[in-house]
């Protein structure tokens, strides 16, 4: 056990501090529920007081309690307006040190929800107008019982006081009583600040609408986190394998074979010139928090040839069989049908070798896509890459989201990827 500066007395400052700034603070948002209430009272006093033959609120207790009365249920049904719940969760995070978890902060649908918000703004507001009538009347009167001795002694008054005090005894009491009464003002703050603190995550916190409100909208960002990570990987990650190999390919050749050395330059150009713009669309997702589509998406109609030219400038032979019209395809299914096809002769510039044939075949049976590509497996290990790839898990989420399969392996000494995408014409026109 050591002294006050020791561990123990640092452990007893620290507490004390902390109470007192929860006691602050609660005190602080109490006062607050109390000048709320005012104007609530002021319109029931326009009611209450000729009700009860007074003109005057501040003249009559009476008129006071009973438009106090009134005011409360008046408060509730305003606390049905969509501020309030995040307002009040606002001020009760910030003022009463409930964690903000604990509390929703989004407007109120459910009426379940509005009746808890109309439930704590009246608990608010009514404990708060009557502690901020005792921190106005309870101050000044125990600051008089405090000097009533010395006013007494000096100037013979008892400040309109009882008769009581002019006993000795209740003269040597008041003091006393006037501390007493300061105890018992901050005695109820403190509770009072610990009952709102205490229920304010009953009434304000989140209800299970709530909980799945927020469930779906993490799970729709993640959707999109996700997505906006699938284009990365194939754009991106086809752009360097593409250009890796065409540079690769072209140093090689570079003195006795200028003509193959300008056409993978310029593959180079095209692949890294579309590749930036698809990069510029996906960030501006992130900056702009928008949906993709900023600028147009690669789709088999458009853009399959280009794909097959730069990956054959980058030394792979590819022979494509499509046996149905792009163009006739729904627009999503046509623009995640090449984002396949585009990773997997990614995987086949990888993996094949060099001067690799790699045979692609696109069809139409049975109401689906099929689209094969099939490309020699390399005889020696694979190059490595840090990490992994995850090619083929993009590749299973797309043909999944929409409602297809996709299939990858070895297969009579070749690497084989067979997917299938229905090609149901009500689907693909949204994003998945």
Same mark, same amino acid.
Not at 79 to 85: A, D, K
Not at 210 to 219: G, M, S, T
Not at 280 to 303: F, H, I, S
Not at 305 to 324: C, F, K, N, S, Y
């Given at each position: ?14 507490? =004390? ?16 529920? !109390? ?36 005011? =409360?249920? *008046? ?12 307002? /009040? ?71 309109? =006081?009882?008769?009581?005090? /002019? ?35 009953? *009434? *304000? !916190? ?9 469930? /779906? ?30 540079? !690769? ?13 300008? /056409? ?24 702009? !928090? ?86 020699? =497996? ?38 084989? *990827? ?15």
């Amino acid at each position: 056990m050591t002294g006050p500066t020791g561990p123990t007395g640092a452990t007893g400052l620290t507490g =004390l501090s902390g109470f007192r700034k929860a006691l602050f603070g609660r005190w602080v948002h109490l006062v607050l529920g !109390g000048a709320l209430a005012m104007p609530y009272v002021f319109v029931a006093s326009v009611v209450v007081g000729p009700v009860l033959g007074s003109r005057y609120l501040f003249g009559d207790p009476y008129v006071q309690l009973a438009s106090f009365a009134v005011a =409360l249920p *008046l408060a509730a049904v305003t606390s049905l307006f969509p501020p309030t719940r995040p307002l /009040e969760a606002a001020a009760v995070r910030a003022l009463c040190g409930v964690d903000a978890d604990a509390l929703a902060h989004t407007p109120a649908r459910t009426r379940a929800a509005k009746r808890r918000t109309a439930a704590w703004f009246t608990l608010h507001l009514g404990l708060g107008g009557v502690l901020s009538g005792m921190t106005l009347a309870v101050p000044p009167f125990a600051a008089v019982l405090m000097v009533l001795p010395v006013a007494g002694v000096l100037f013979d008054t008892r400040l309109g =006081l009882p008769r009581v005090f /002019e006993h000795a005894w209740a003269l040597a009491l008041a003091p006393v009583a006037g501390v007493a009464t300061l105890l018992a003002l901050t005695g109820c703050a403190a509770g009072a600040g610990a009952l709102l603190a205490r229920w304010a995550p009953a *009434l *304000l !916190g989140p209800t299970p609408a709530d909980r799945l409100a927020a469930a /779906e909208e993490r799970a729709a960002d993640l959707a999109l986190r996700n997505r906006i990570a699938r284009e990365l990987h194939d754009s991106v990650g086809h752009a360097l394998s593409a250009v890796t190999l065409q540079a !690769g390919a072209a140093r090689r050749v570079l003195d006795s074979d200028p003509g193959f050395v300008r /056409e993978a330059l310029a593959a180079i150009e095209d692949t890294t010139r579309r590749t930036v713009s698809e990069l510029d669309a996906v960030l501006g997702v992130l900056r702009d !928090g928008d949906a993709p589509g900023t600028a147009p998406a690669p789709a088999l109609a458009a853009d399959l040839d280009g794909l097959l030219r730069r990956t054959r400038a980058g030394g792979l032979e590819v022979t494509a069989d499509v046996a149905v019209d792009p163009a006739s395809l729904p627009p999503l299914l046509s623009r995640e049908a090449y984002r396949i096809v585009q990773e997997g002769l990614t995987n086949a510039l990888r993996h094949g070798g060099e001067r690799a044939t790699v045979a692609l075949r696109i069809a139409e049976a049975g109401g689906h896509l099929e689209i094969t590509v099939r490309n020699p =497996l390399r005889a020696g290990p694979s190059p490595a890459r840090p990490g992994g790839g995850h090619g083929l898990d993009g590749i299973a989420d797309r043909a999944r989201l929409l409602g297809g399969t996709a299939r990858a392996g070895p297969d009579s000494g070749a690497w084989l *990827l067979h997917v299938r995408l229905p090609t149901d014409r009500t689907r693909g026109r949204g994003t998945p």
